[in-house]
Nanobody, 125 residues
Framework: QLQLVESGGGLVQPGGSLRLSCVVS????????IGWLRQAPGKEREVISC????????RYADSVKGRFTISRDNAKNTVYLQMNSLKLDDTGTYYC??????????????????WGQGTQVTVSS
């Protein structure tokens, strides 16, 4: 059974940085595309980034493009989201998630079947 655990959230000032981690454990964990999603109160969940198996391709939502970087370290079974130049609107609960199928292509419209518990990111002055 695939399991995802996020960490790294916290309180940060505007313009600051955070690095989120998603430990992906389970059989063939390296063969899943992994997405990062976020949700703020009163707003719909937003897919902000994804990375393909083997890190062949990455995708970013326009809202985070140029500020966030997704990567994965297969040796550590971990997907990272480096978040720079954080804005107030970046506040929310951040989740990593995987699709049902192995080797599914990475895409912002991809449906996700397995989720982590979420980690809270608060950007406030």
């Amino acid at each position: 059974q695939l399991q995802l655990v996020e960490s790294g959230g916290g309180l940060v000032q505007p313009g600051g940085s955070l690095r989120l981690s998603c430990v992906v454990s389970g059989f063939s964990s390296h063969s899943y595309a992994i997405g990062w999603l976020r949700q703020a109160p009163g707003k719909e969940r937003e897919v902000i980034s994804c990375i393909s198996p083997g890190s062949i391709s990455t995708r970013y939502a326009d809202s985070v493009k140029g500020r966030f970087t997704i990567s994965r370290d297969n040796a550590k079974n971990t997907v990272y989201l480096q978040m720079n130049s954080l804005k107030l609107d970046d506040t929310g609960t951040y989740y990593c998630a995987a699709p049902e199928r192995l080797w599914a292509p990475c895409g912002l419209g991809m449906s996700y079947a397995t989720w982590g518990q979420g980690t809270q990111v608060t950007v406030s002055s």
